[in-house]
């Protein structure tokens, strides 16, 4: 059975820095990946996926995540966090050939500091 | 556009209570539809979801059911809450076929008290 697990329930960096948030996968067979965003009490919304075209997957907000298979990890980062980055993001795999279910991460929430 | 709408956008409601949460879906034709709960510190769990009209599937044995009374309509009930039905109800949709993105409603927020 696929699932992801996402390291860090809590990251918290400085407006300007790095945003760095971790996602492995467990699948198998090659596995869809997506990414999503969620603000306070509203829905998620996708920022980005990988579906086995690019290993290197540009999203929304300069949001960008790279597949690696070595490591069965799609780590989302961004060069620059701004103080709207915060909110709680959110790792899904489905397995390619699987057309109904996503499997979900327990989410992260990112906190910006000015 | 496709857009997805759900009602009500919050609910208190007594143990016991009956529930019904409906989520509707507008520009597009035999989607696919899903209904997660979120609960503090849980990440999504997905609870049912729906291939075409009257085809329901549980992900987890509860107190909760789902239907499918038309192809853009799907409605979450319950004929008893517990305290434990407490969270964030989001629904979401994905063209049928081969599509893989799901997209997600704005969620109802249900408090058992």
């Known amino acids: 059975a696929q699932s992801v697990t996402q390291l860090g329930s809590h990251v918290s960096v400085s407006e300007g820095a790095l945003v760095l948030l971790r996602c492995n996968y467990s699948s198998s067979v090659p596995p869809y990946l997506f990414w999503y965003v969620q603000y306070p009490n509203q829905g998620l919304q996708l920022l980005l996926k990988y579906t086995s075209a690019a290993t290197l997957v540009k999203g929304i907000n300069g949001f960008e995540a790279e597949f690696k298979k070595s490591e069965t990890s799609f780590h989302l980062t961004k060069p620059s966090a701004h103080m709207s980055d915060a909110a709680e993001y959110f790792c899904?795999?489905?397995?390619?050939?699987?057309?109904?279910?996503?499997?979900f991460g327990k989410g992260t929430l990112l906190t910006v500091n000015p | 556009s496709q857009t997805i709408h759900q009602w009500p956008a919050t609910l208190v409601q007594p143990v016991g209570s009956p529930l019904s949460l409906e989520c509707t879906v507008e520009?597009?034709?035999?989607?696919?539809l899903y209904w997660y709960r979120q609960a503090a510190g849980r990440g999504l769990q997905l609870l049912f979801y729906s291939v075409g009209i009257g085809q329901i599937s549980s992900e987890v044995p509860q107190n909760l059911s789902a239907s499918r009374p038309q192809d853009r309509q799907f409605i979450l009930s319950s004929k008893k809450l517990l305290l434990s039905d407490s969270g964030f109800y989001l629904c979401a949709w994905k063209p049928g076929g081969g599509a893989d993105t799901q997209y997600f409603g704005p969620g109802t927020r249900l408090t058992v008290l």
């Open positions: 520009g597009t034709s035999n989607p696919n």
């Open positions: 899904a795999v489905r397995p390619a050939g699987s057309n109904y279910k996503l499997t």
